[in-house]
């Protein structure tokens, strides 16, 4: 994850200190894991319950698409909160994936997956991608309260 570095330079200086990241080993166990990470850096921070239960299925969601569909031996999870507004993102080393996953494809409403992108984006305030290299970071943000 070398353009990864760049990113925990960047992060600490557009969202002061209050930034926090860890790598998952890409496995069936990584949106649990990460799950758990979130919710109780959440807590500690101070985070109403909505919050919490955003954090936990946005997580899921982005940390369950990195695990299927790229080939990162590590997943970093980055939590962030900034003037009120917490922010979760889930980056990977690649390869992206050839289609555009925020390109609004639905999946068939009797489909047991494939919708994680969308809820991400239904449940957050704001929500998107970055691309760098061949790697991908999916962001999605909420109001926390300070």
Same mark, same amino acid.
């Given at each position: 994850?070398?353009?990864?570095?760049?990113?925990?330079?960047? =992060?600490? &200086?557009?969202?002061? +200190?209050?930034? &926090?990241?860890?790598?998952?080993?890409?496995?069936?166990?990584?949106?649990?894991?990460? %799950?758990k990470f979130v919710v109780s850096l959440l807590?500690?921070? $101070?985070a109403e319950s909505e919050a919490c239960e955003? $954090?936990?299925?946005?997580?899921?969601?982005?940390?369950?698409?990195?695990?299927?569909?790229?080939? +990162?031996?590590?997943?970093?999870?980055?939590?962030?909160?900034? %003037?009120?507004?917490?922010? =979760?993102? &889930?980056?990977?080393?690649?390869?992206?994936?050839?289609?555009?996953?925020?390109? $609004?494809?639905?999946?068939?409403?009797?489909? &047991? +997956?494939?919708?994680?992108?969308?809820?991400?984006?239904?449940?957050?305030?704001?929500?998107? %991608?970055?691309?760098?290299?061949? $790697?991908? =970071?999916?962001?999605?943000?909420?109001?926390?309260?300070?």
């Amino acid at each position: 994850m070398i353009a990864f570095t760049g990113l925990r330079t960047a =992060l600490p &200086v557009l969202f002061g +200190s209050h930034v &926090v990241w860890r790598g998952f080993l890409r496995s069936k166990e990584c949106p649990r894991q990460s %799950r758990k990470f979130v919710v109780s850096l959440l807590g500690i921070w $101070g985070a109403e319950s909505e919050a919490c239960e955003w $954090g936990a299925l946005v997580v899921t969601e982005l940390a369950t698409n990195a695990c299927v569909h790229t080939h +990162s031996p590590v997943i970093q999870v980055v939590a962030a909160r900034f %003037r009120g507004v917490g922010y =979760l993102a &889930v980056v990977d080393d690649g390869p992206a994936p050839r289609k555009n996953p925020w390109a $609004g494809v639905s999946a068939a409403d009797d489909a &047991v +997956s494939g919708r994680g992108l969308q809820l991400v984006s239904a449940f957050s305030a704001s929500s998107g %991608r970055f691309r760098f290299g061949s $790697g991908s =970071l999916f962001w999605a943000s909420h109001p926390l309260r300070d």
